[in-house]
């Protein structure tokens, strides 16, 4: 029923851009805070950027000026839009929802990767 799903990672050189895009098929979408995390090999999963339901949206320092994160409650789409990558950028990047009302979940995407060439 809550089922995200990434698309838009690939290979891209440093300096690139590239957008992230994540659908949820759910007529609640409205109601949920979106976010994005990473993981590279042998690293923890790490937070990128967080939308709430009011569009209130936070990043991480690391990718703090280089990342904008945006939804569509129309769409039912996340989107995450990163600039100059560079190669610590490299990471699965998956797709996040988390209720914002009632008893908390949250439900993940099986991620896209996106690697940055060095």
């Known amino acids: 029923q809550v089922q995200p799903v990434e698309s838009g990672g690939g290979l891209v050189q440093p300096g690139e851009s590239l957008r992230l895009s994540c659908s949820v098929q759910?007529?609640?979408?409205?109601?949920?805070?979106m976010a994005w995390y990473r993981q590279a090999p042998g690293r923890e999963r790490e937070l990128v950027a967080n939308i709430t339901v009011h569009d209130f949206t936070t990043y991480a320092d690391s990718v703090k000026g280089r990342c904008t994160i945006s939804r569509d409650n129309v769409k039912n789409m996340v989107y995450l839009e990163m600039n100059n990558l560079k190669p610590e950028d490299t990471a699965i990047y998956y797709c996040n929802a988390k209720t914002a009302r009632g008893i908390e979940r949250e439900f993940w995407g099986q991620g896209t990767q996106v690697t940055v060439s060095t």
């Open positions: 759910n007529r609640v979408f409205s109601t949920f805070h």
